[in-house]
């Protein structure tokens, strides 16, 4: 679409970009100018001034009304001018503009829309600022639809016409971007600037530790020497070089060995030493392991002390809740500590401590992402009674609104023979039912009448056992509310093989580890193969416990680069600012009894 974009000689450059400037054609038309003058001057000129003149006065009019940002005038001006009677230079501007209000309104899909006009396949005769601009926008807009490598490659494309500032800034937003990328999208494309990028974010994504990760970027950077990200690395990995690496030698992992946790300590301890085996076979070097027994544990000072005197660098772990609770509570930890749970305190921790679970509100937060994307906008919850589903309703309220949705209402599962009641009133079908007695009452006569749901609900979010969701479905189609999508946590999924139990969980969409939707993964194979429960729901456990290998020698890289992101087996994984493990999954939805995985822009 662009042809001033591609890297080419300075001197064939230059001249393209001579020619990317010069004056358009007369079919092409001209853009608005620059004015000299108020928003009020030019509307009214505009009042005054033959067609075409006009429409480029309230053009420039609307334009800049946005630079003042003054949006909702610029958008009542630009509402005035007809595109269709534009020439094409000027419904490239009008539609560039319009994508840049769609986007201060936080809507992406409707500045790609706008960018869509058939005007926008004549961009590359227009002047390089106006390319620059247009493709700006269209970058913005992807990236805030889900579309990261698309968003990519439009900045990628645009680099060359920048300079100073502009060009640091993109650039640094092509690393956002890429490295942001799941791994099956960092494979090479025929675009030899965007293959680099990609190869360099693969790398940093699949070092298994900072020595490699710098090792993995030194290489790169000599192999590919013309490259722009080896002519200048991205500031995150200027900083990541420069981050004090102490070589990790071995490792404390804290567990009960008795008790009710057990079971889950022993998923945990075997997903953890599955990661370790596996990085060894690969031929890496691997700290040590050293396994101690919290269920014996006499105090927490003791244990760090023996630890210390072992020369353990850093612990993960403990499992159970007060112990971790306990931990929070100091101003500061001996050795840098993966705690395998939460607090659940808002007390400001040690900067020793991290935390990392498998947190249902991760799972809350991911569903109110997925459903926004999708293009929802009201919502109803139902959530289990009880102070577990009181968490999950809170975090799923919370970034639903933040992203701009609407919670109209929300239930708390109970009784079973509860439900249909339970639903009905999110849907007020009784009033409907009420309305139709009283109608019936007042004409006297018998009327036929089939109850009517409330129609300004887009979804429902559902937290449940996979025991309460199989009465969901039916039960909203006896409500006469089937027809509702329903998105859920992945604790609807009980991870086996049988068809038949879920059957009436058709059309749910839910998130899930990428260990269980995933069963061609080397380490999930090879880890099933030994323990056969590692492939149903105890699952997430090893997968927790492998991630939690995986994040041990990122634990600095994560503290001192927020943005960075590990692909973990859990989901991808992040730092929050109180330095807990975050936790992004990808989507299935149940159809005929079978899970089928959704990529992240399937609607």
């Known amino acids: 679409m662009i042809a001033c974009l591609r890297p080419l000689s300075a001197l064939c450059l230059a001249g393209l970009l001579a020619a990317c400037a010069s004056s358009p054609s007369s079919s092409l038309g001209e853009l608005p100018r620059t004015p000299d003058a108020s928003i009020e001057q030019l509307l009214q000129q505009a009042s005054t001034a033959k067609p075409e003149q006009a429409a480029s006065l309230r053009l420039s009019a609307a334009d800049l009304a946005y630079k003042q940002q003054d949006i909702g005038r610029s958008a009542r001006i630009l509402e005035q001018i007809p595109l269709d009677s534009l020439k094409p230079a000027q419904q490239v501007f009008a539609s560039t503009l319009s994508a840049e209000l769609a986007m201060t309104r936080n809507q ?8 869509a006009h058939p005007s926008l396949e004549r961009l590359a005769e227009l002047p390089v600022d106006q390319q620059v601009r247009t493709q700006l926008v269209r970058s913005r807009a992807l990236e805030a639809d889900g579309q990261t490598l698309a968003a990519a490659r439009e900045r990628v494309f645009i680099a060359p016409l920048l300079n100073g ?15 942001h990328l799941p791994l099956d999208q960092l ?46 690395l991205p500031l995150p990995l200027v900083k990541l070089k420069e981050l004090a690496n102490q070589p990790l030698t071995k490792i404390a992992l804290l567990l009960p060995q008795e008790g009710q946790l057990a079971t889950v300590a022993r998923a945990l301890r075997d997903g953890f030493l599955a990661a370790h085996y596996q990085a060894q076979q690969a031929g890496q ?29 850093l612990v993960v772990g403990p499992l159970e809740k007060p112990l971790v609770k306990q931990l929070s509570a100091r101003e500061q930890l001996p050795i840098t500590t993966l705690a395998l749970n939460y607090s659940d305190s808002n007390q400001e921790s040690p900067a020793q401590l991290f935390q990392f679970g498998l947190a249902a509100e991760d799972e809350a937060r991911e569903v109110a992402r997925r459903a926004w994307a999708d293009g929802m906008r009201s919502a109803v919850a139902l959530v289990p009674r009880g102070e577990w589903g009181d968490r999950v309703l809170r975090a799923f309220q919370q970034s639903w609104q933040a992203e701009g949705g609407r919670l109209i209402a929300a239930e708390h599962m109970d009784q079973p023979v509860a439900l249909a009641q339970q639903i009905a009133d999110l849907f007020q079908l009784r009033q409907s039912e009420a309305r139709a007695k009283r109608l019936q009452s007042t004409l006297g006569v018998a009327v036929a009448s089939q109850p009517a749901r409330r129609h300004d609900v887009d979804f429902i979010f ?11 479905k039916p039960t909203l189609a006896f409500q006469y509310a089937g027809d509702v999508p329903v998105y859920a946590t992945s604790h609807l999924y009980s991870a086996t093989n049988d068809p038949a139990q879920y059957q009436d969980l058709n059309g749910i969409r839910f998130c899930e580890t990428p260990w269980l939707l995933n069963s061609d993964d080397p380490l999930r194979q090879q880890t099933a193969s030994q323990w056969p429960q590692a492939g149903g729901s105890l699952g997430r456990l090893y997968a927790m416990g492998a991630d939690a290998y995986r994040l041990a020698p990122r634990l600095t890289q994560l503290k001192a680069l927020p943005d960075t992101q590990v692909d973990g087996l859990s989901g991808r994984l992040s730092l929050n600012p109180a330095q807990r493990i975050e936790r992004q999954l990808p989507w299935a939805e149940f159809r005929d009894g079978q899970v089928q995985r959704l990529e992240d822009s399937d609607t």
């Open 108 to 115: 992406p899909k409707s500045a790609l829309k706008a960018l």
């Open 187 to 232: 494979q090479g494309g025929a675009d030899k600037d965007l293959s680099g990028w990609l190869e360099l974010a693969r790398l940093t994504k699949t070092s298994a530790t900072l020595e490699q990760q710098q090792a993995s970027i030194d290489n790169w950077r000599k192999q590919n020497p013309d490259h722009p990200a080896a002519k200048q």
């Open 285 to 313: 070097a691997q700290p040590a392991i050293e396994i101690y027994d919290s269920s014996k544990l006499g105090s927490v000072d003791e244990f760090y002390r023996k630890a210390q005197a072992d020369g353990v660098q």
């Open 462 to 472: 559902l937290a449940a056992t996979p025991q309460q969701a199989q009465q969901i």
């Open 165 to 179: 500032d502009s060009a640091a800034s993109n650039h640094e937003a092509i690393w956002t971007l890429v490295s």
